[in-house]
């Protein structure tokens, strides 16, 4: 019994164990992504339907074997469709997470170019219009690009290439603006558009308090690297979101500070 044990023991490999260590992250970040959504519950059937076909196979059964196998073949289509959404989720954290954020990213590594230069955001007039919004109860909602592109996003809406200035986007969100429905984009210290359509989360776990403003904030958050920053029409309070995560009901100074951490992080 002992021999029978270490001979099993010992044709474990060191690929063995990094191979379940890649599987296990592969699920978390998986789960991490579907995670209080309706995709959930369909990831969960299939993984029970997936263990009761490798406990039949493992019991010779093989007209319900034979079965099961042919529809879990086939439903790997079915999956890509059912989990779109999900699919282009993960591929984008993974291109934003590996590709292209640092200096010895995958992206700079095989295709090298000259350093762009980003002009700074002006986060004193985000603060400053923002303050003045929540005093007003003006609904804002305002996306930072960082090094995720926006375009696809910005061709939604009305391009604009302003400075950014707390006075034009107050403008903006005036409610009997024609721009105000919508969001703005800043590009490079820029206004480059507003009235953009955001994708909205499909998180089902949110706050009852949580309008469409905070959905389409968490929403561009989570497939995208940009900062948003809003303002609830209702209550007048600001809001600070950031890869999916909302600090809800934040100060101008909160918000000064966060935005300076979140922006000069990127640019180191």
């Known amino acids: ?67 099961l196998g042919q529809i879990i073949g086939v439903g790997v289509i079915a999956l890509i469709i059912v989990f779109q959404q999900e699919i282009r989720k993960f591929l984008l954290f993974i291109g934003n997470r590996y590709m292209s ?16 230069y980003s002009a700074p955001v002006n986060t004193d007039a985000i603060v400053r219009a923002c303050r003045n919004m929540s005093e007003t109860k003006t ?73 469409m403003r905070h959905k389409a904030a968490l929403g561009i958050s989570e497939v995208t690297d940009a900062l948003v920053v809003l303002v609830s029409e209702e209550t007048g309070k600001i809001s600070f979101v950031s890869h999916g995560s909302i600090k809800y009901g934040v100060t101008t100074q909160e918000l000064k500070v966060l935005l300076e951490e979140n922006l000069s992080n990127y640019s180191k």
């Open 139 to 211: 609904g804002a909602l305002i996306v930072i690009a960082r090094k995720s592109e926006l375009e696809f996003y910005a061709e939604t809406g009305d391009l604009i290439e302003a400075e950014t200035s707390s006075r034009l986007l107050e403008n903006i969100f005036f409610k009997n603006s024609p721009l105000h429905d919508g969001a703005v984009l800043i590009v490079n210290d820029k206004i480059h558009a507003a009235r953009c359509v955001l994708p909205v989360s499909e998180n089902i776990n949110l706050p009852p308090q949580y309008g």
């Open 1 to 67: 019994m002992n021999l029978a044990f270490f001979q099993l023991f010992i044709t474990i490999r060191v690929l063995d164990i990094i191979d379940v260590i890649l599987v296990a992250f592969l699920l978390y970040q998986i789960y991490m992504l579907i995670r209080g959504t309706v995709a959930i519950n369909i990831f969960s059937g299939i993984v029970v339907l997936y263990i009761i076909w490798l406990v039949v196979r493992a019991l010779n059964m093989e007209l319900l074997s034979g079965i």
């Open 101 to 116: 954020k640092s200096k010895f990213s995958l992206e700079n590594i095989l295709f090298p170019k000259q350093k762009e």
